[in-house]
Structure formats: C-alpha cells, structure tokens
C-alpha cells in the first residue's frame, strides 16, 4: 500500500484560503508563545540567583554564628 | 580565709546571677551578631523576591498554557479544513468520484447518532470520576499516536 502522506490532497480554494489564515494566526501564536517561554526562562534564571544568593547568606551567617560561639566556647 | 572559700563554693544556683564571664574581644562579637541579623534580614528579603518571582512566573506560565490550547485549537480546526478522504478509496482513483461523496455524506450522520449517544444520562449509577487535565491531555496524545501509527504502518 502507498503511503498516505505521498498522495495528494486538493484542498478546495475557500478552505486553502482559511487554511493559510490558519497558519498565520498559529505564526502568530508561535511567536507569543517563545516570548512566553523566554520570560519564563528568564525569570527562573533570576529565581535560581536568589537561590544562590539564600545560600551565600545563611552559609554567612553559620559562619559567623560560628564565631559567637567560639568566642563564648573559650571562656569554659 | 579557708572559710570564706568554703563559703563561696555552697553558694546556690540563685547566687550565679553574681557571678560574670568575661567575653574577650567583645566589639568583634557585637559585630557578627549585628553581621548575622543583617544577613538573616537578607534572607527574608531573598524569599519574598523569590515569592514574586513565583507569581509572575506563575502568570506566565498561565499565559504560555493559553497560547498552546489556542496553539491546540488551530491544529485542530487546520486538521479540520483538510478533505476527509478514505485512505483505501485514495489508492485507486476510479473509486474517487463514485464513493468519495457518498461515503462522507453516509459517515456525517453517523457521527451524529454517536454525539446523540453521549448526551444521554447514565441511569442510577455513580457519577464518573471527573478526569484530571493530565489524564485528558494523556488520552489526546494517545489518539494522536494510533493516528500516527496509522499513517506509518500504510
């Protein structure tokens, strides 16, 4: 048997011109939604920096709580 | 004098508050302990930025899901606008003009009487567990698969 995608289809000329509308409303969409995307992107990078900032400030402040600790620790 | 000592030593846990512990280098101490409350407050500031960064991402994302149900409809109604051929039927074109017509107007009612079949209320029965968005996006993609499938294996 032949494949489908290898016959042609006539497609009548109302519905090829709904179809080409079709397809440039979904461009449009396209576009929308990889601007979407890039927000998205964007906004976890900056999400994934607080993060790490989170990190760098308790890891500081274990640091320091070390310090106190020790100070007081010398005087037993 | 040895008395006194004596004294001093069978002094109760009340007396302690007598008593005081030199901290050296106390200045270094005030510092870390401010240090540390500042970087505590950086916490909490970290956690709401983090917060709105959520919501907005949130937002976004709600926007992005929008885009490909419509993304999602327009396939659809594309999927639509292209004829309804009978694959056999393609295969040999004598059988084009004689069957395609007849056999798209024969299968429009049918698909009808199945719409009529599902409006009907089911009889005293449990009503069905509502499906999740998962579940219904799961069967979608399983049709699309067999159609695809279809297409490969002819």
Not at chain 2, 48 to 53: D, E, G, H, S, Y
Not at chain 2, 87 to 97: G, N, R, T, W, Y
Not at chain 2, 107 to 131: C, G, H, L, S
């Amino acid at each position: 048997m032949m494949p489908e995608k290898n016959v042609p289809v006539f497609v009548k000329i109302n519905d090829y011109k709904e179809i080409l509308d079709i397809v440039d409303v979904m461009k449009q969409k396209l576009k929308e939604t990889r601007v979407s995307l890039d927000r998205i992107k964007e906004l976890k990078e900056n999400e994934d920096a607080e993060i790490s900032d989170w990190e760098k400030n308790i890891a500081e402040i274990t640091k320091r709580l070390s310090f106190i600790d020790s100070a007081f620790f010398e005087n037993d | 004098m040895a008395k006194k000592v004596l004294k001093e030593l069978d002094v109760d846990a009340a007396d302690d508050q007598n008593y005081f512990v030199s901290i050296g280098n106390p200045t270094e101490l005030r510092k870390n302990i401010l240090e540390s409350s500042k970087k505590a407050i950086y916490c909490l500031q970290n956690y709401q930025r983090i917060l709105l960064l959520r919501q907005k991402k949130q937002a976004e994302m709600e926007e992005l899901r929008t885009s490909l149900k419509e993304l999602l409809y327009l396939n659809k109604k594309f999927n639509e606008k292209l004829p309804k051929y009978k694959v056999e039927i393609l295969h040999d074109p004598k059988k084009i003009s004689k069957e395609s017509d007849a056999a798209l107007k024969q299968e429009v009612p049918k698909v009808k009487q199945e719409k009529v079949k599902e409006v009907k209320p089911p009889k005293a029965k449990a009503p069905p567990r509502q499906k999740t968005e998962l579940e219904k996006l799961e069967e979608s993609l399983a049709a699309i698969e067999s159609k695809l499938s279809n297409i490969d294996a002819q």
